[in-house]
């Protein structure tokens, strides 16, 4: 549940190795159907779940869909986030937001959610990553990293050595513990790679939930993860 104080509070440790983006528009508006993939994805070792819907028609329905998910993972300890939204996130009962650089500030997010919330932010850039240091977010997200077609994206994808000096410049400016995750174009034949340039977990769509074996498919991506995690000498990210 989410805090309504009014201070930004200090980091809420975050797990970003396998991070499951439920995209209404590839997982598809069924509340029933969106808790069954957000519980699978749980069963097979995802650590953070964010439920994304960009062009929100009807609020009660988005919060419907929000609610049907955080009650099929209640009781696993793991995080489900609302992207862009914080006036859902606290209606739900969620865990917290995930921003873009368009979205509410993140220092006004943490006002309304309190300090005990989980405010994630998207990195584009490394002028982006330098702002860091000021912004109340507990883990950021860097992308995109390869194309992807889940989702529109103006920008051109930063790649691999992109992704590393983006990282670089958030650590820098938050300290080596602050976790930092990648999204876009990721599965199985380039999580290994994303994982050895630097990120602490991935962020998927597509190559998570595009498929009836949710569960298999992220119990393999989970596997990639943690021994590309164990190969670097990393370990994960945040606590359990």
Same mark, same amino acid.
């Given at each position: 549940?989410?805090?309504?104080?009014?201070?930004?509070?200090?980091? %809420?440790? %975050?797990?970003?190795?396998?991070?499951?983006?439920?995209?209404?528009?590839?997982?598809?508006?069924?509340?029933?159907?969106?808790?069954?993939?957000?519980?699978?994805?749980?069963?097979?070792?995802?650590?953070? !779940?964010?439920?994304?819907?960009?062009?929100?028609? /009807?609020?009660?329905?988005?919060?419907?869909?929000?609610? #049907?998910?955080? $009650? +099929?993972?209640?009781?696993?300890?793991?995080?489900?986030?609302?992207?862009?939204?914080?006036? !859902? &996130?606290?209606?739900?009962?969620? *865990?917290?937001? @995930?921003?873009?650089?368009?979205?509410? @500030?993140?220092? *006004?997010?943490?006002?309304?959610?309190? =300090?005990?919330?989980?405010?994630?932010?998207?990195?584009?850039?490394?002028?982006? &990553?330098?702002?860091?240091?000021?912004?109340?977010?507990?883990? &950021?997200?860097?992308?995109?990293?390869? +194309?992807?077609?889940?989702?529109?994206?103006?920008?051109?994808?930063?790649?691999?050595?992109?992704?590393?000096?983006?990282?670089?410049?958030?650590?820098?400016?938050?300290?080596?513990?602050?976790?930092?995750?990648?999204?876009?174009?990721?599965?199985?034949? /380039? #999580?290994?790679?994303?994982?050895? $340039?630097?990120?602490?977990?991935?962020?998927?769509?597509?190559?998570?939930? =595009?498929?009836? *074996? %949710? *569960?298999?498919?992220?119990?393999?991506?989970?596997?990639? %993860?943690?021994? +590309?995690?164990? +190969?670097?000498? $990393?370990?994960?990210? &945040?606590? $359990?």
């Amino acid at each position: 549940m989410i805090g309504r104080d009014t201070a930004l509070g200090s980091t %809420v440790p %975050v797990d970003v190795r396998l991070y499951g983006i439920l995209d209404v528009g590839v997982c598809g508006d069924d509340g029933a159907d969106l808790a069954e993939m957000a519980a699978e994805a749980v069963a097979g070792g995802c650590t953070l !779940l964010q439920y994304r819907e960009k062009s929100i028609e /009807n609020a009660r329905e988005a919060l419907a869909r929000i609610r #049907a998910i955080r $009650a +099929a993972i209640t009781g696993t300890g793991v995080p489900l986030l609302v992207n862009d939204r914080c006036d !859902l &996130a606290l209606a739900a009962e969620a *865990e917290g937001v @995930h921003l873009g650089q368009s979205d509410l @500030h993140p220092a *006004e997010a943490r006002r309304i959610l309190g =300090s005990s919330a989980i405010i994630g932010l998207t990195l584009k850039s490394a002028a982006q &990553a330098d702002e860091l240091y000021r912004l109340p977010v507990d883990y &950021a997200c860097i992308g995109g990293v390869f +194309a992807t077609t889940s989702k529109d994206n103006p920008d051109p994808p930063v790649g691999l050595d992109g992704f590393t000096r983006i990282a670089f410049r958030a650590r820098l400016a938050r300290g080596t513990g602050f976790p930092v995750g990648a999204i876009a174009g990721i599965d199985g034949s /380039n #999580a290994a790679s994303i994982i050895a $340039a630097g990120a602490d977990g991935i962020a998927l769509i597509s190559a998570l939930f =595009s498929t009836e *074996e %949710v *569960e298999a498919r992220a119990r393999d991506l989970r596997f990639r %993860v943690d021994s +590309a995690l164990a +190969a670097r000498g $990393a370990g994960r990210s &945040a606590p $359990a």
